[in-house]
């Protein structure tokens, strides 16, 4: 699987964007993006994902770079409860749907 | 729609012990993963069961054991528990476990090894 590299923080204004950046240089045509956050003491959720094109959801944007080697995750308006652990990962296809984490960004969010 | 519940949430054993770890998929999955989540760090694979059967496992010893049922919940089972066992147990479902599926995460089970 395709290594992720993120900022180890990051800090946000409340009500400003959030734009968390991953690189993921090595990603290979097969390989989905997938971002995951984590509040304390609970589980991972599920914010977005995509192959090539910009996504967007309810949640977040997700803007991948034409040569697919980065991507960042856009939170339009950060709240306080936005504050968790951000993770980008990459998921082949044929690999039982492994997701491999790394360490993430913890992004705070300040009043 | 209910989403992925596990249990127990909080779990203390002592080494050498067995422990059984549950887990309900969302309605409509059909595959679960697990993942083991030490303290600070990202949860790392260890296992995939689709249609009962495990098609995918991480770099984890085989005294780390799985079954999924027909109604596709799941358990995860370990043996011999050592020190380094304790961690967070994570289970997540998707519809199939195609790579452009999304898996959905329970809130998992602190296990503590004494």
């Known amino acids: 699987d395709a290594k992720t590299t993120q900022p180890t923080s990051m800090d946000c204004a409340e009500g400003r964007a959030a734009n968390l950046p991953c690189n993921h240089s090595?990603?290979?045509?097969?390989?989905?993006v997938y971002w995951y956050r984590q509040i304390h003491s609970q589980g991972p959720q599920y914010i977005i994902h995509?192959?090539?094109n910009n996504e967007t959801n309810e949640m977040a944007s997700l803007i991948i770079t034409e040569d697919r080697k980065s991507s960042t995750l856009i939170l339009p308006h950060a709240t306080l409860r936005d504050t968790a652990v951000y993770y980008c990962?990459?998921?082949?296809?044929?690999?039982?749907?492994?997701?491999?984490f790394g360490d993430g960004t913890t992004l705070t969010v300040k009043p | 729609e209910t989403g992925v519940t596990q249990s127990p949430t909080h779990l203390i054993k002592t080494r050498g012990q067995q422990v059984t770890l549950r887990c309900s998929s969302q309605?409509?999955?059909?595959?679960v993963s697990w993942y083991q989540q030490a303290l600070g760090q990202g949860p790392q694979f260890i296992f995939q069961?689709?249609?009962?059967?495990?098609?995918g496992r991480g770099n984890f010893p085989p005294r780390f054991s799985g079954l999924q049922f027909p109604n596709y919940s799941s358990e995860l089972n370990v043996n011999a528990l050592e020190l380094d066992d304790s961690a967070l147990y994570l289970c997540?479902?998707?519809?199939?476990?195609?790579?452009?599926?999304?898996?959905?995460f329970g809130d998992g089970t602190r296990l503590s090894i004494l």
């Open positions: 997540a479902s998707s519809n199939s476990g195609g790579v452009d599926q999304p898996q959905h």
């Open positions: 090595t990603i290979s045509g097969n390989e989905y």
């Open positions: 995509g192959l090539k």
């Open positions: 990962i990459v998921r082949v296809d044929g690999n039982a749907g492994k997701s491999t």
């Open positions: 309605s409509g999955h059909n595959t």
């Open positions: 069961y689709y249609r009962e059967e495990e098609n």
